[in-house]
C-alpha cells in the first residue's frame, strides 16, 4: 500500500479537513502522518508529502527541510503553500498600499516575519491550488488519474445561462440582492470572476450563488502571464456582460473581499527558483 504524508505548516487546517473528507484514499494509501490527527513530531519516509501552510516560522522551515528529504514527491497543497495565504499579504506592497489609500484602514497591523510559500525554500514537483482544495482534487493529485479532466475555468463547470439582454449598470455587495438560480452572476451584477480561475472545484460556489472568488488560481490561459493579463481580461467580461462603469469595476477588483486571491493570480508564475508551469498544476 503507497505511503503518503501531510505536513502542516502555518495555516487553518482546512485543507486537512478536505482530504479527511474524502473517503476514496482510505484502502489505496497508508496516511503515514498528519500534524492534525496524530502526535509523532517527525514524518516517515514516504512516496507522497502533501504540504499544507506557509513557511511562517524557523519551524515552519525546519520542519519542511526535515521532511522533504523524506519522500520521493512533494506536492503544495493550497492557497498558503502556493502564494503564502492570507498572512503573506501584509508583506505586499501593492495590497498594504490598497489598504492603507482607505481611511478606515490606517490601523492595518504589521506582520511578523514573512510568510512565505514552501518552493522559495525546497522544490517542489506538483501544485494542488484551493482554498481548500476539494476532496475530489485531493483524490486526483493522489491518484494521478488520467481519466480525471480539469475544466479550463469554474466558468465552464458552471454553466449558468447568460442572458445578453440581462445588463446590470452597477455592481451587488457579496450578501446582496435575491440570485437567481438559472443565471449567470455577472448578468445579475455580481462581481464573479470565474472566466479567468481554473476549473476543478465543481463550480460549488458560484451553483450555489456566490460569486467565484479565484481560489483556485489563474486559469492555465494566465498561469505564466503578468496580473495585467488577467486584469484585462477580467474588464473586458465585464464590459461586454454589463453596463457597469469601469470605475465601479475597477474598485472592485482591488476590493479586500477579493484580496486574498485576486492579487495573488501573478504569485502563482512562480515564486521560487524557478517558474511554475501549467502542467504542473493539478
Not at 502556493?82 to 498572512?87: L, P, R, Y
Not at 489609500?101 to 504589521?110: A, G
Not at 481548500?132 to 475555468?153: G, N, Q, W, Y
Amino acid at each position: 500500500m503507497k505511503r503518503f504524508a501531510v505536513l502542516q505548516l502555518s495555516g487553518c487546517s482546512g485543507c486537512e479537513i478536505a482530504l479527511l473528507n474524502a473517503e476514496e484514499w482510505i484502502d489505496q494509501y497508508d496516511l503515514a502522518y498528519m500534524n492534525l490527527v496524530m502526535s509523532a513530531h517527525d514524518v516517515p519516509e514516504v512516496e507522497v508529502l502533501l504540504v499544507t501552510g506557509g513557511v511562517r516560522t524557523e519551524e515552519d522551515l525546519y520542519r519542511l527541510r526535515r521532511a522533504v528529504r523524506k519522500a520521493s514527491e512533494v506536492i503544495a497543497v493550497g492557497t498558503c503553500a502556493i502564494s503564502g495565504g492570507v498572512a503573506n499579504l501584509g508583506n505586499r506592497s501593492d495590497v498594504r498600499a490598497e489598504f492603507f489609500s482607505h481611511e478606515e484602514r490606517l490601523q492595518l497591523p504589521d506582520l511578523l516575519p514573512m510568510c512565505r510559500p514552501i518552493d522559495v525554500e525546497v522544490k517542489v514537483d506538483r501544485y494542488l491550488p484551493g482554498c481548500p482544495p476539494t476532496p475530489e482534487l485531493f483524490m486526483a493529485v493522489l491518484h494521478k488519474s488520467a481519466d480525471m479532466k480539469i475544466a479550463r475555468t469554474v466558468c465552464q463547470e458552471c454553466g449558468l445561462k447568460k442572458d445578453r439582454d440581462m445588463l446590470p449598470e452597477h455592481l451587488l455587495g457579496f450578501q446582496k440582492g435575491e440570485v437567481l438560480s438559472n443565471v449567470c452572476l455577472i448578468n445579475q451584477g455580481f462581481l464573479c470572476i470565474g472566466a479567468s480561475t481554473r476549473g476543478g472545484c465543481r463550480a460549488l460556489c458560484t451553483l450555489a450563488g456566490y460569486p467565484c472568488v479565484g481560489c483556485r488560481g489563474p486559469s492555465n490561459a494566465f498561469i505564466e502571464k503578468g496580473s495585467e493579463k488577467w486584469l484585462n481580461a477580467i474588464r473586458r467580461i465585464f464590459s461586454r456582460m454589463t453596463e457597469i462603469p469601469e470605475e465601479e469595476i475597477e474598485g472592485a477588483l482591488r476590493s479586500p473581499q477579493l484580496a486574498l486571491f485576486l492579487f495573488q493570480f501573478a504569485d502563482y508564475a512562480g515564486t521560487g527558483q524557478k517558474p511554475r508551469h501549467k502542467e504542473q498544476v493539478v
